[in-house]
Structures are given as structure tokens and as C-alpha cells.
């Protein structure tokens, strides 16, 4: 797969910072002891020196969550739009260079911009334009992606026994991008939002394509998890959660499959059931005669 340096895709910086800090606190006993709890921070983003957003994130990847955010917000459609995206956490800051300045959208173009203070779970996304584009969003033909039982359940327990944040202090949305049974990339934020975004800009920089892969999250499956999961071109969604019926009812209309409530070996497929293979379980097949 392309790397970060393969011409033509912006340059990124690579910022660290600590995802989790020690607390104090008292238990239920009334013994006093230290746990650790999710570090978040706000990241302003800058395009071309205009604010646009304050994100509120774990920073497990930055540059990635905020060239992921440009391209689902669709403020941008290509990384190649982009010479460079620079994160400073000693000012919470993302600046984003653009190569012919902000000409790859309306809103950046006449600076119909927003600023959101929000955790991910609120952010303002142009909703009203995600609407109206959503015939060029509706994903092809089953053909181009499937998934059985038996792929499904080991995606579910790949995720489930990730090293993350969540193990170790709770708090935090995850999301993977998976090829069949095979985790390719895996992250984690304090909004549901970010995380997808995140995995947005790590395809986008890879140019990963959607179309035969599985998008896992821990998040509910609502609208805009839909819209973007259908922008980044991945027809299959899987969630530890539930769904919303705006989420169902844009799903069915962009020809996606949703699954949720999919925790141990149970799962629910709300919509698009003609991607997935299911072979009934042990227990229920009868013997041969």
C-alpha cells in the first residue's frame, strides 16, 4: 500500500500525546486508589490560517482524524487537495495546508465555516448537503461485498481482544476497518465521530478502497454514522450497538448492511441481509439420515 510519502498525498506530521492520565478517587468501600482515565484535549483545526473547528479527541492520530473530518464533512474530496496537515499539541492546534487554497469546496471556498466545541458525538455536520448528496453515495451491487457468519464473529472477537485505551480506562469509543477476519487498521477516541473520521484518513492516505471491507465500531449506528461510513464506500457496518431509525432508513436507501447489537455470538441485521451468509449454528442443523 502507498505510504505518506508517495507523491501527490499531503505530508504529515506525526503527534503524540498521552491518551490516559492518573486520578484519584474513592470506591464504593471507601478506600481510596488511583485508576486512569482517557486524556482529552481539543484540537483546533486551521485551513489555510481560517479556524474551522475545535475537535474534541483522544489524539491517538491526529493527522489522520483531521484529514478523515475534511473528507466526510466534504470539504475536501481528495487527500491530494491537501499539501500538508501539521498538528502542534503545545497549542492544540491543526493546520492545514491546501494546494490551490480553499477552492475544494463551497464552504471553504466563500468561509462558510463553523466552529464546534464538541466531543464527536456533537458534531455540527453539514447535514442539510450530506442529504442531497445521497444518491451518489448508495453502495453497488451485493456482489462487491460479502460476509458470513463465521467471518463476522471473528472480526467481533479480534476487536474485543485488541489491546486498547477502553481495557484500561474505559471511556472511549473504538473502530476498526477489517479485510474479511483481517484487522487492518484499529483506533480509538472519545467520540464515535472521530474514530470513524480517523479510519477515513488512514484509507484515505493508504488508498485503501471500501468496497470489499468491514467497518466495526462500538458506536450507535445514527444518520451521520450511516452518511459516513457510505462516503468512505464501506457497505458493511458492524456495531456493538443499536441503531437509530434515521440511521436504519438511510441505510436501506443507500443499499448498506447494518448489524448491531453484535456482542459474544449474537448480532442483529437490521439491514441489507442479502450480504450476509448465514449458516444456521451447530445446535439447530439436524443429522443426516
Same mark, same amino acid.
Given at each position: ?45 486551521? @485551513?489555510?490560517?481560517?479556524?474551522? *473547528? ?16 475534511? /473528507? ?40 462558510? @465555516?463553523?466552529? @464546534? ?23 453497488? +451491487?451485493?456482489?462487491? +461485498?460479502?460476509?458470513?457468519? *463465521?467471518?463476522?464473529? +471473528? +472480526? ?42 480517523? *479510519? ?37 457496518? @458492524? ?48 443429522? /443426516?439420515?
Amino acid at each position: 500500500m502507498p505510504t505518506e510519502r508517495d507523491p501527490g498525498l499531503p505530508r504529515l506530521t506525526r503527534a503524540t500525546a498521552s491518551l490516559t492520565q492518573e486520578i484519584r478517587v474513592l470506591d464504593a468501600a471507601g478506600e481510596e486508589r488511583t485508576i486512569r482515565i482517557p486524556d482529552e484535549r481539543p484540537l483546533t483545526i486551521y @485551513v489555510d490560517k481560517r479556524e474551522l *473547528v475545535t475537535l474534541m479527541t483522544l489524539g491517538q492520530y491526529p493527522e489522520w482524524l483531521v484529514l478523515g473530518y475534511l /473528507l466526510n464533512q466534504r470539504l475536501i474530496d481528495d487527500g491530494r487537495q491537501l499539501a500538508s496537515v501539521t498538528v502542534d499539541w503545545s497549542v492544540d492546534s491543526a493546520a492545514v495546508r491546501t494546494r490551490a487554497g480553499t477552492t475544494g469546496s463551497k464552504a471553504l471556498r466563500t468561509g462558510a @465555516v463553523r466552529p @464546534v466545541l464538541g466531543t464527536g458525538c456533537a458534531q455540527a455536520t453539514m447535514f442539510a448537503e450530506q442529504m442531497a448528496d445521497l444518491g451518489t453515495m448508495r453502495q453497488p +451491487a451485493v456482489d462487491g +461485498a460479502r460476509i458470513d457468519r *463465521v467471518t463476522l464473529l +471473528a +472480526a467481533l472477537e479480534r476487536m474485543r481482544a485488541q489491546p486498547s485505551v477502553y481495557r484500561e480506562a474505559g471511556s472511549v469509543h473504538g473502530t476498526a476497518l477489517f479485510h474479511g477476519s483481517e484487522l487492518l487498521f484499529f483506533v480509538e477516541d472519545v467520540g464515535r465521530h472521530n474514530a470513524v473520521d480517523t *479510519v477515513a484518513g488512514w484509507m484515505a492516505m493508504h488508498a485503501v478502497d471500501g468496497g470489499d471491507k468491514l467497518l466495526l465500531t462500538t458506536g450507535r449506528l445514527t444518520s451521520e454514522m450511516v452518511i459516513k461510513a457510505a462516503r468512505m464506500r464501506v457497505p458493511i457496518v @458492524v456495531s456493538r450497538n443499536g441503531i437509530s431509525a434515521m440511521g436504519h432508513s438511510l441505510a436501506e436507501r443507500l443499499a448498506m448492511t447494518l448489524v448491531g447489537r453484535a456482542t459474544g455470538r449474537r448480532f442483529l441485521c437490521y439491514t441489507g441481509a442479502s450480504r450476509v451468509d448465514l449458516d444456521p449454528p451447530a445446535a439447530m442443523r439436524q443429522p /443426516l439420515r
